[in-house]
């Protein structure tokens, strides 16, 4: 199953696929924020693992759905607007980013995802403890790894089409004073 860096890596192709012309914001805020919604469904395994001890619980229920990715989108946007200096994501872009996480789980792997919830419900079977869930988060790795290499190459063609990535200029937010006064 793709873990939280093949998600972030597929949400910013879906991100930078449905860009629009946005006013300038921070960029390394805009990628944070990206990431975290893009691995927003995610948060059943933490539910889980506070509640029973088992992350697999109440993994790719409620939250893996179109309606989570709707109604989520929706809060996330109104959030957003409460910080008008922060990035500002539309309902749309917001709700896009959280349903990439359930299209991606439901394409990727073989285990099902709750699309149509309330009208169906799946749970994922199987057991995951704090270790299990750690260690995958951070080892299983190798789909992840070609999910990012593929993104990478996405974003790289993107870069020449348009001159501009949301990766490329959160790089420059964050390093781009020191390459200038490099020079
Ligand atoms: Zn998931």
């Known amino acids: ?15 930078e696929t449905a860009r629009t012309p946005q006013r300038s914001g921070n960029r390394l805020a805009l990628c944070a924020y990206i990431t975290v919604l893009a691995n927003l469904p995610d948060l059943d395994i933490l539910f889980g693992l506070l509640v029973t001890g088992n992350g697999s619980a109440f993994h790719r229920g409620p939250t893996h759905s179109l309606l989570f990715a709707l109604g989520a989108g929706y809060l996330a946007s109104r959030l957003m607007r409460r910080w008008p200096n922060g990035p500002q994501l539309g309902f749309a872009t917001s709700a896009l980013l959280i349903f990439s996480h359930v299209a991606a789980d439901m394409l ?14 799946n749970w994922s079977m199987g057991y995951s403890d704090w270790g299990n869930v750690i260690r995958l988060a951070l080892f299983q790795s190798l ?10 190459i996405y974003l790289f063609i993107v870069r020449k089409v348009r001159g501009t990535t949301v990766v490329h200029e959160a790089l420059l937010a964050l390093f781009g004073d020191r390459a200038k006064s490099a020079r």
């Open 143 to 152: 789909q992840d790894f070609v999910i990012a290499c593929l993104a990478g």
């Open 108 to 121: 990727l792997t073989s285990s099902p995802v709750s699309l149509f919830w309330p009208l169906e419900l």
């Open 1 to 15: 199953m793709p873990m939280p860096l093949g998600h972030t890596a597929i949400g910013l192709v879906a991100f």
